[in-house]
């Protein structure tokens, strides 16, 4: 089964609005990370936000915010007021927290975000 | 945050080659990951490699494939051998910071294997 899954393949968002990317995952860890990163089209990856699974309030970090809903087993990217340069692929990332399982970072499969002017 | 530098930023090979891929980390990291991303595909974890141990491999990667070196807590290479044009890839290398838990990626090194 699908450890994380970004149902959206691309997404369009007019400069200066709000988007949403989502993200659901999978796991029976109670301890459990979850992460996002930005890549553009240069290949790196950029870390953008982190939730940790114990935490209680969602994570922010400026113009990006992690909308953190447990019980859902969801953990959609929020970008506020989008800019040209947040046009690039989105990845979903979990990381299961005991030895178990390795300490691994498991990725969906992305989505990329266009930006227009 | 750590700093993590790779070497060679990009690399067009012949099949049959061999190429190292280095990794430095700006601080001492206990855990280092190596990452391949085949074109228009998500990250795909090769190994991790502890300092001082074997590396770790996941399934579908073997290590005469993909030998990897952790000489110390900041260093790590890996080598992509016997080349063929199905390595065409982004691979990239990953450590962990245990005290924010968060986990971050190099520059990626792109290889194009002809």
């Known amino acids: 089964a699908q450890k994380i899954t970004q149902t959206q393949p691309g997404m369009f968002v007019q400069e200066k609005e709000a988007v949403t990317l989502d993200c659901t995952y999978d796991?029976?860890?109670?301890?459990?990370?979850l992460f996002w990163y930005k890549q553009p089209s240069s290949g790196e990856m950029i870390f953008l936000i982190y939730q940790g699974s114990y935490d209680q309030q969602n994570a922010t970090e400026g113009r990006y915010s992690l909308n953190f809903q447990k019980a859902r087993k969801s953990a959609n990217l929020v970008i506020s007021a989008s800019q040209l340069g947040d046009s690039a692929m989105y990845f979903c990332a979990m990381r299961e927290g005991t030895m178990e399982y390795g300490n691994k970072l498991v990725f969906g499969a992305g989505t990329i975000l266009r930006v227009k002017s | 945050s750590a700093v993590i530098s790779q070497k060679p930023s990009r690399d067009i090979c012949q099949r049959g080659t061999s190429l190292t891929i280095q990794c430095q980390v700006d601080s001492q990291v206990t855990m280092m990951f190596w990452y391949r991303q085949q074109p228009g595909q998500s990250l795909t974890l090769i190994a991790t490699?502890?300092?001082?141990?074997?590396?770790?491999?996941e399934s579908g990667f073997v290590i005469d494939k993909f030998p990897i070196s952790r000489p110390n807590l900041t260093f790590s290479t890996l080598t992509v051998s016997n080349m063929s044009p199905e390595d065409s890839s982004i691979y990239l290398c990953?450590?962990?910071?245990?005290?924010?838990?968060?986990?971050?990626f190099g520059p990626g090194t792109r290889l194009t294997v002809l």
């Open positions: 796991t029976s860890d109670p301890s459990y990370g």
């Open positions: 990953s450590s962990r910071d245990f005290i924010t838990d968060t986990q971050y």
């Open positions: 490699a502890n300092q001082g141990s074997e590396a770790t491999y």
